[in-house]
């Protein structure tokens, strides 16, 4: 096998095969931070990260089936996750509070909505009653 062929870049039907693994694993890596966020008493951080936490997987659920639904899912779902990133920005405090809300901005919700964005306009509708 030549080099080329070894290295190239991944297609674009497997890229999207692993990404569409990304909403499910997202929500399930939510799940201890919801622990140290309601041990906290933080109810309102809770309750927006409860919606995401059932925003994800119901994006999941709507890809699997591939429904007709999906890409509004992934664009409210997305737009969840930047609406987050830009209230933990906002609201933090000054000094490493600050720079710790910009980090997971930029590394975690973010890169998040534009997966959700990126696999709601490839989904391939399926055509019959329940779509």
Known sequence: MSTAVAFAAPSLPSLRGRLAKVPVAAAVALLPWLL??????????????LVEFAALLS???LLRRR?????WAAAATAALLAADALA????????H?????LAMACCVELPLAVVCLLLGRGVRVRQ???S
């Open 128 to 130: 019959g009653f329940d």
């Open 97 to 101: 509070a600050v720079l710790t809300a």
């Open 88 to 95: 933990d920005v906002s609201l933090a405090g000054p000094g």
């Open 36 to 49: 140290v966020l309601a041990a906290q008493h933080e109810t309102p951080w809770v309750v927006l990260d």
């Open 67 to 71: 429904s007709a639904a999906a890409p």
């Open 59 to 61: 994006l999941d659920g």
